[in-house]
């Protein structure tokens, strides 16, 4: 007798433990107000990225925030937000613990092998930082001998890289951008590499950065939200909410919140 009692609780906890272990979109459904399941999709980002995603008041804002926010809203589904270093956001969602990201992505060939992208949502580029008393640095031909400080995992890494090796300069990798500005900002390297607005932002709401931008865009940039590779279902709605935040002016709404005027 008990045996077959234990042998009952043991079937009980093996159905428990089953019915807790779906995947990350069955465990995170929610019901909507006629009692539907409503998607809950995980996003990876960098919370360090403004203005595109950071902490502020116990919340994450910015416009990539607000941007995928604002979509679930119109296609009808949720999102769980997880903040995490930029170099482990596309091995987040390749491993599958991410349905996707949102973090400042900029849309290139080698990423496009992995992840899928949506329609470019951003312009942006990259552009050379420098300590606001250097005089010798203003365009990638001034980097021989150079220290370059930058973010692991980004475009801007690998054309720091690029850099390095054409003109003889010396790369040093950071997990954050806050890092990487203070080591230019304290002349322990001479020069970054970062986005346009991003640097353009923190250079604007941080008197004290001792920063400032040399030279032209490096490159003309396009940003994407990244979704697991052939998940249509995500992608499709995601492009569909960024169409119709154009079309209803919500994504210049959003966007000139924190830039002052709407993306090129």
Same mark, same amino acid.
């Given at each position: 007798?008990?045996?077959?009692?234990?042998?009952?609780?043991?079937?009980?906890?093996?159905?428990?433990?089953?019915?807790?272990?779906?995947?990350? =979109?069955?465990?995170?459904?929610?019901?909507? /107000? &006629?009692?539907?399941?409503?998607?809950?999709?995980?996003?990876?980002?960098?919370?360090?990225? #403004? #203005?595109?995603?950071?902490? +502020?008041?116990?919340?994450?804002?910015?416009?990539?925030?607000?941007?995928? =926010?604002?979509?679930?809203?119109?296609? !009808?589904?949720?999102?769980?937000?997880?903040?995490?270093?930029?170099?482990?956001?596309?091995?987040?969602?390749?491993?599958?613990?991410?349905?996707?990201?949102? /973090?400042?992505?900029?849309?290139?060939?080698?990423?496009?092998?992995?992840?899928?992208?949506?329609?470019?949502?951003?312009?942006? !580029?990259?552009?050379?930082?420098?300590?606001?008393?250097?005089?010798?640095?203003?365009? #990638?031909?001034?980097?021989?001998? +150079?220290?370059?400080?930058?973010?692991?995992?980004?475009? !801007?890494?690998?054309?720091?890289?690029?850099? /390095?090796?054409?003109? !003889?300069?010396?790369?040093?990798?950071?997990?954050?951008? #806050?890092?990487?500005?203070?080591?230019?900002?304290?002349?322990?390297?001479?020069?970054?590499?970062?986005?346009?607005?991003?640097?353009?932002?923190?250079?604007?709401?941080?008197?004290?950065?001792?920063?400032?931008?040399?030279?032209?865009?490096?490159?003309?940039?396009?940003?994407?939200?990244?979704?697991?590779?052939?998940?249509?279902?995500?992608?499709?709605?995601?492009?569909?909410?960024?169409?119709?935040?154009?079309? =209803? &002016?919500?994504?210049?709404?959003?966007?000139?919140?924190?830039?002052?005027?709407?993306?090129?």
């Amino acid at each position: 007798m008990k045996k077959k009692i234990g042998l009952i609780a043991a079937c009980a906890m093996m159905a428990f433990t089953l019915s807790a272990c779906g995947d990350k =979109n069955t465990d995170n459904a929610a019901s909507g /107000a &006629g009692g539907e399941a409503v998607k809950k999709y995980v996003f990876g980002t960098d919370a360090t990225y #403004p #203005p595109f995603e950071f902490e +502020k008041d116990g919340k994450y804002v910015g416009i990539d925030i607000d941007l995928l =926010n604002a979509i679930a809203a119109e296609e !009808g589904f949720e999102v769980e937000i997880k903040p995490m270093d930029f170099k482990g956001i596309i091995p987040g969602i390749t491993s599958g613990q991410l349905d996707g990201a949102v /973090a400042g992505i900029s849309i290139t060939e080698e990423r496009k092998k992995v992840v899928d992208f949506t329609e470019p949502y951003y312009e942006a !580029g990259l552009s050379l930082i420098v300590h606001k008393d250097t005089a010798d640095i203003d365009n #990638p031909e001034d980097l021989k001998g +150079k220290v370059i400080a930058i973010k692991k995992g980004t475009s !801007g890494a690998i054309k720091a890289e690029e850099l /390095a090796k054409q003109y !003889g300069a010396e790369v040093k990798y950071f997990d954050d951008s #806050p890092a990487m500005y203070q080591e230019v900002s304290n002349k322990n390297a001479d020069v970054t590499i970062e986005d346009f607005p991003v640097i353009s932002y923190k250079i604007a709401v941080d008197p004290n950065s001792n920063l400032k931008i040399v030279g032209d865009r490096l490159n003309g940039d396009f940003y994407g939200m990244a979704v697991e590779k052939d998940d249509s279902e995500l992608l499709q709605k995601l492009n569909d909410g960024l169409k119709k935040l154009k079309e =209803n &002016g919500k994504y210049d709404k959003i966007v000139n919140t924190y830039t002052g005027s709407a993306a090129q």
